[in-house]
């Protein structure tokens, strides 16, 4: 059974940082591109960031380009995002997916609140 299980979310103020991770089992974790993706209420899902099961591809969405870094170690089957520099506006459930050809599974997401 595939699990991916996502951590790290909470309440941080504008300017602070979080890492989340997402943990997976059940998978060959290296050979699936891993994705974050965020859902702010009222929104669509949208992709964040995106790293090939290699780790030689990222690609960021504009908005958090230059404050979030993906990585992966597929030695622990585990994904990561740090999210530095964080905004208002970045608050959302984060879902980690990890996808490769005709085949995709979702975490269960974790909130992310930027407050003061």
Partial sequence: ???????????VQPGGSLRLSCAASGLAFSTYA????????????????????TGGTTTYADSVK???????????????????????????VYYCKADRVWTYYWGQGTQVTVSS
């Fill in 1 to 11: 059974q595939v699990q991916l299980v996502e951590s790290g979310g909470g309440l």
């Fill in 34 to 53: 891993m994705s974050w993706y965020r859902q702010a209420p009222g929104k669509e899902r949208e992709l964040v960031a995106r790293l090939s099961s």
């Fill in 66 to 92: 230059g404050r979030f870094t993906m990585s992966r170690d597929n030695a622990k089957s585990t994904a990561y995002v740090q999210m530095n520099s964080l905004k208002p506006e970045d608050t959302a």
